[in-house]
């Protein structure tokens, strides 16, 4: 299984970036698919998700609708739609999948994703 972030760079605060993870290697039908991020001197913490059979999504409270997650099964790819974005958004962003039998199943801990991307720089600019 490969994932591949990409879409991160610089952008001022207000602005949007559109992050995408590129899936490979397997079918995603039984996975659900997260975004988490991480900041210099932070733990990584998880922002959203979506049961990839489903279409069910699950949003980190803080996020307060800023962010979309999405899925293309035709392309096989699940990508973050990040508005309003502020200095604090300065992060590296990971995509993940975890393993799910459930149309219900959205994990937000970290130790339930079996696989990872690299991560992508996001800089936002005050």
């Known amino acids: 299984v490969q994932l591949q972030a990409s879409g991160g760079g610089l952008v001022q605060a207000g602005g949007s970036l559109r992050l995408s993870c590129a899936a490979s290697?397997?079918?995603?039908?039984?996975?659900?698919m997260g975004w988490f991020r991480q900041a210099p001197g932070k733990e990584r913490e998880f922002l959203a998700a979506v049961n990839w059979s489903s279409g069910n999504t699950d949003y980190a409270d803080s996020l307060k609708g800023r962010f979309t997650i999405s899925r293309d099964n035709a392309k096989n790819t699940v990508s973050l739609q990040m508005n309003s974005l502020k200095p604090e958004d300065t992060a590296f962003y990971y995509c993940a999948a975890a393993l799910s039998d459930s149309y219900y199943y959205i994990p937000r801990a970290l130790a339930r994703y079996d696989y990872w991307g690299q991560g992508t720089l996001v800089t936002v600019s005050s």
């Open positions: 290697g397997r079918t995603f039908s039984n996975y659900v």
